[in-house]
T-cell receptor
């Protein structure tokens, strides 16, 4: 199956600093990638939809200035958590679908990034 | 708005027991339904999916799910679980032509040897 690589898998940063998380589709082109946040013992919450070459679409309640998303190419999307605070500590997961796929195609997931803000 | 409910948050079974995990969704139109599994320390993997056709869908590792439109349900089943099935299971749905996957809260399955 298609592979989505997410990096880093774990990061610890100080409050006030910014952290960038990368999501790459390794063997297919993804016009659309998704960023999720997974809270402990809870489901994956969709944060935003990342579209190649255009602005991301954020879900209600997600601060676009805090969670900057860039999708500069068909194989790479980045999520930058700006001015991180301890409450931003979480597990962030990206997902991608093949650009030739329709809405009923499988989504492939990255390994996730465990962010800890101290 | 779309939503997905998984009623079993934690399930503990012995090996060889049968499994059924509930999933209900709310959406008025055509839906695509998925079950994903997350083994400890690993990323989400697709177990099975339903788009159209036969409502009984067979997936990997002996799992199957049945789409019952009248009940807005897509329950996951396995006749005989193994210790290696210990994982967290997520039901997900996207409606119509939407690309957005909405996930249920997940069910943690522990299979005792």
């Amino acid at each position: 199956g298609a592979v989505v690589s997410q990096h880093p898998s774990r990061v610890i940063c100080k409050s006030g600093t910014s952290v960038k998380i990368e999501c790459r589709s390794l063997d297919f082109q993804a016009t659309t990638m998704f960023w999720y946040r997974q809270f402990p013992k809870k489901s994956l919450m969709l944060m935003a939809t990342s579209n190649e070459g255009s602005k991301a679409t954020y879900e209600q309640g997600v601060e676009k200035d805090k969670f900057l998303i860039n999708h500069a190419s068909l194989t790479l999307s980045t999520l930058t958590v700006t001015s991180a605070h301890p409450e931003d500590s979480s597990f962030y997961i990206c997902s991608a679908r093949d650009m030739l796929g329709q809405s009923n195609t499988e989504a492939f997931f990255g390994q996730g990034t465990r962010l800890t803000v101290v | 708005a779309q939503s997905v409910s998984q009623h079993n948050h934690h399930v503990i079974l012995s090996e060889a027991a049968s499994l059924e995990l509930g999933c209900n969704y709310s959406y008025g139109g055509t839906v695509n339904l998925f079950w994903y599994v997350q083994y400890p320390g690993q990323h989400l993997q697709l177990l099975l999916k339903y788009f159209s056709g036969d409502p009984l869908v067979k997936g990997i590792k002996g799992f199957e799910a049945e789409f019952i439109k009248s009940k807005f349900s897509f329950n996951l089943r396995k006749p005989s679980v193994q210790w290696s099935d210990t994982a967290e299971y997520f039901c997900a749905v996207n409606g119509g032509s939407s690309y957005k996957l909405i996930f249920g809260s997940g069910t943690r399955l522990l299979v005792r040897p």
